[in-house]
């Protein structure tokens, strides 16, 4: 498994190559919108500049009012104002598109890692239960965050570039002092948030503390005990300490940065004003224009609140690359296996434990040399004590957890870890005990798991429904496209029917062995 530190050298690389994935021809047409704005501001300046000095030659020399000189240059100047206006609009839009095609990317990208992933230990990890949270939780703010702070701070580089060139025109040294008095602050600011976002990281257990409070309040499948044992308003007590505990912890990072970010504050101004005595006195040195004179004062204003923004903006950064290495880390899980993996074709017609020790990390073994022979043709009931290890055996049997020790072999001739999980599990079917049903998914869907199930196999699911109670048939039958989930506007059932659907599907299921953890508990 790789861990963190080896894909957050590629974040910021690998985050813009799925964001220009996501919709390439509008990433294209945005960077040149936003090249476009970055630049207009300066054309502005210098049409400004050119504007001024009209007007001020005409009031000077007391000429006659002379519409020839400056109409022309105020329809250039309103053209521009009015093409900044145009593009700021187009590119708002197309950033909006970029960020809903890239959180569906996204999706889609965690979608296709869990197809692969075979082994209970992905989600049961700590740590991957956070960051999938993590992700959950930002999974459309972030992404839209991401881009606009991108092209927002694309937007303010070509904008510096092109003021650049208009404060060149007056010193070839002045925009280069501007750069190296900026960037240490950049950096001092940078280096604060970084710090910041490190400290509000560490506060993510106690985060998930008080969040799962609220969402075991919400969980349909818990309303019942939350009203009869009055879970919210027992544990109630336990929810203001916790979120006591963290709003102090976050408040005094909180306070640190503030009084960080002051000490910074205060550094950048001392620059930006000794910065602004240095332009004076080299425009002073010169002889220029009034329009001059305005334009350069306010380009060297311009360039520094863009450089400003860059450093605001730019804290954003740290909190961005920890969701997107969250979300790479995710992605980049691989669970342990061997080299060549076996393509089961044949029938199971065996499968058999030889010494297999097992257990939950940091517990006690549940099995310790445990031995077993189980065959295909034959019917088996496994009795014990609650917790005598059962369930664990099952999901043992499926694959579910590697054995610390020993070996599950298939047909004799086949460890089970050798074997491609997919093509095992194609011939194995089961009802869990703590079974599941797809809310916003139709009743056939949750049936036959796939789309548009085939006349044999309906056929074969209302000859099994034949056994059951008429109510029971009719509904099954005749709401086959019924979403399931009230929070759907669907259909739901009573615990023991939902039992009933777990038991059909696992039977529908072609299969050569059939799994049942306690099916009948709840009838």
């Not at 303010?156 to 025109?169: E, K, N, P, T």
């Not at 909190?319 to 089961?344: G, H, M, S, V, W």
Request: aromatic share 12%; glycine share 4%; proline share 3%.
């Amino acid at each position: 498994m790789q861990t963190p530190m080896d894909t957050i050298k590629n974040i910021p690389l690998r985050t813009f190559i799925l964001l220009y994935k996501s919709s390439p021809k509008c990433v294209v047409l945005a960077s040149v919108i936003v090249l476009l704005i970055g630049i207009l501001p300066s054309i502005n300046i210098l049409v400004m500049i050119r504007l001024i000095d009209i007007v001020v030659n005409l009031l000077q020399n007391h000429t006659h009012f002379e519409y020839s000189l400056l109409l022309p240059t105020l329809i250039l100047w309103g053209a521009l104002l009015f093409l900044t206006h145009v593009f700021s609009g187009i590119s708002s839009s197309l950033q909006t598109i970029i960020a809903e095609q890239f959180s569906i990317n996204i999706i889609t990208q965690l979608a296709n890692k869990l197809t692969k992933v075979k082994n209970l230990n992905f989600f049961e990890n700590k740590d991957h239960t956070i960051k999938l949270n993590a992700i959950h939780n930002g999974l459309y703010i972030r992404p839209l965050n991401y881009v606009s702070n991108l092209f927002f701070n694309l937007q303010r580089i070509i904008g510096l570039i092109s003021l650049f060139g208009i404060l060149f025109s007056i010193s070839i040294y002045l925009p280069f002092i501007m750069i190296f008095a900026t960037v240490p602050c950049m950096f001092i600011t940078n280096h604060i948030a970084k710090k910041h976002s490190a400290s509000i990281d560490k506060l993510q257990d106690q985060k998930e503390s008080i969040q799962n409070y609220l969402y075991s309040g919400l969980d349909n499948q818990k309303n019942k005990d939350n009203l009869l044992f009055n879970f919210m308003l027992n544990f109630h007590h336990k929810f203001i300490e916790n979120k006591e505990l963290y709003i102090n912890h976050f408040v005094k990072i909180a306070q640190k940065n503030l009084m960080l970010t002051i000490y910074a504050d205060i550094l950048t101004t001392i620059l930006s004003v000794a910065l602004f005595f240095l332009m004076v006195f080299i425009i002073l040195s010169k002889s220029i224009g009034v329009g001059a004179i305005a334009g350069y004062i306010q380009a060297f204003s311009s360039t520094e609140q863009q450089l400003q923004d860059l450093s605001f903006y730019g804290k954003w950064f740290f909190a961005i690359n920890k969701y997107f290495e969250n979300y790479f880390c995710i992605l980049d899980y691989k669970t342990p296996k061997p080299e060549t993996q076996i393509r089961l074709e044949e029938k199971i017609h065996s499968i058999t434990f030889e010494n297999v020790s097992f257990s939950y990390p940091n517990s006690k073994l549940i099995f310790e040399n445990f031995n077993l022979s189980l065959h295909s043709d034959k019917i088996y009931a496994l009795v014990g004590r609650n917790a005598s290890g059962k369930s664990t055996l099952i999901k043992l049997l499926l694959g579910f957890y590697i054995p610390n020790s020993g070996q599950i072999i298939i047909n004799n001739k086949y460890s089970l870890q050798d074997l491609e999980l997919n093509s095992y599990h194609r011939q194995m079917s089961a009802v869990f005990q703590d079974f599941s049903l797809y809310a916003g998914y139709s009743i056939n869907d949750n049936l036959f798991m796939q789309n548009n199930p085939t006349r044999e196999q309906l056929k074969q699911k209302r000859e099994m429904l034949k056994s059951f109670d008429e109510n029971f048939q009719n509904c099954l039958n005749y709401c086959n496209n019924t979403l399931f989930g009230v929070q759907y506007n669907g259909i739901d059932f009573s615990l023991g029917q939902k039992q009933r659907i777990a038991t059909i599907r696992a039977f529908l299921k072609p299969s050569h062995c059939v799994v049942l953890d306690e099916p009948s508990s709840n009838y």
